[in-house]
């Protein structure tokens, strides 16, 4: 053989050995790990190669061997977050055991800031960014982008494009962005405000993985073998491509699961309006599976959904939307360390046909106010919302007269002689209104609904010894009262809220 073509091949064949070192995107540039765990990072090489993957926060390295399928992970642990960045070097080495180890590859990981880290799935509402889309702005995004530097050194944003497929995929992009205003107009509104608010009180680096998909159904986030556990298996939804069951699973979520975290965030539902019965327990299945795959056995992540928007759904005054709203709130029955944020106040009058709501601000920031207090120990943050509790049948002229105004209003009904005392948790101080309490309904005997007329009132409560807080509740029109409900029709905006500002849990009654 020509020496100089020998020295060529040579050299092919270390060239083709130097870059088999492979990283997911999600290890590159700018990651955010999880801190004080034991974070999961792997990647793929030769065959029976060693990889050394060394930490420069304590100077620890880690080995490891690539299997039969090139595949390697090591778990390295993480200090108490800060903003300093680090840098994670990576080598590949070729051991036979007679030679020398051959450094055959190595590569950086560099600007990785350790703090806290959260998965944000779902669909439009949760990709919807901060530029907005379809002719629907996110509030406030101009100033948010053009300020978006001062969060430069403390959020970063790791965004997987839509992706489809098949089958479960290995590998992914979804390299991470630094928030300044050249990356700040595509990242997740909801998850964005979530950061930022963890940022101002935590004063730690967060990352924000978004992972969601305009349009999919939940079906879309679950594996084949669950899927073909349900009557309607694999079967397409309303034949429309967006409802691809598995597909989001397979292409996006697959390839970061094991990727170490403090928890998920969910903004879906729309797709699957209508079927909330089995939604639940899909939904259940679905967590279940996901704190699994990203490393939790114990139910520990805490998953935290969005109440389903207000939107016509075809029909402005129909309540399947408002019985998929109950049912969010209800999972957290049958699922540990769940909760749903309560949106039904934030909306416009006009966004009747907008699905899309401009109000991610406030939706950011009441996910973040249930993971400060559930999940990271800050004391007097608000984050319950006040919920129907009970209610009971008063005499009308026994019952108290809530006093609006400084004048009296008689709360009494001219059928029946009877009102409805109306009780709630969360609502110790009362609400933020005394009287123009719009939203609620209540149902005569033959079924029909009519509008109600409701006061706040407070009575000393002699068990607590403190005064308690309750509505007052008449409908004349209804007569015999058999079923009450609160903001419950597929657009409706809700106005009640308590001394905190968190908004009424809409409700019915009726049993369905």
Known sequence: MNRKVGIALLGLAFSTNLFALELPDIFKDNMVLQQQRKAKIWGWAAAGNSIDVKTDWNGVTYSTTADKDGEWSVEVETPEASYQEYTIIFDEWKKDGKRKPQLLDRKFSKNVLIGEVWFCSGQSNMEMPLRGFWNCPVEGAQREIVHSGRYKKSIR??????????TPQKKVVSPWMTCEPKNAAEFTAGGYFFAQTLVDLLDVPVGIINCSYGG??????LPKEVLLTYPDGLTPMDND??????????GMLYPLAGYTIKGFLWNQGESNVGKEKEYADRFVTMTQLWRTLFGDNQDKLPMYAVEMPPFSYGDVNGTYAADFRAMQHEIGEKLPNYACVCTSDLIYDFETEQVHGAKKREIGERLAYLALARDYGLEGIPFDYPKFEYMEE????????????????????????????????????????????????????????????????????????????????????????????????????????????????PFTTEKK
């Open 394 to 505: 008063v005499d009308a002229d026994k019952a108290e007269q809530a006093v609006i105004a400084g004048s009296k209003v008689a709360a009494n009904s001219a059928n029946t002689g009877k009102v409805l005392h109306l009780y709630f948790t969360n609502s110790r101080d009362g609400f933020d209104r005394l009287s123009n309490i719009e939203g609620f309904e209540a149902q005569s005997s033959d079924g029909k609904w009519y509008k109600a007329n409701v006061w706040a009132a407070s009575v000393w409560d002699p068990k607590l010894k403190r005064d308690g807080s309750y509505l007052v509740l008449s409908c004349p029109e209804a007569g015999t009262i058999k079923n009450i409900r609160y903001c419950y029709h597929n657009f409706v905006k809700g106005t009640l809220h308590n001394v905190y500002g968190m908004p009424l849990i």
């Open 241 to 250: 491509d967006w409802h691809a069951k598995m597909a989001m699973y397979n």
């Open 157 to 166: 944003v790791a965004t997987v494009p839509k992706t489809k497929a098949d």
């Open 216 to 221: 999919s159904c939940l079906e879309g986030w």
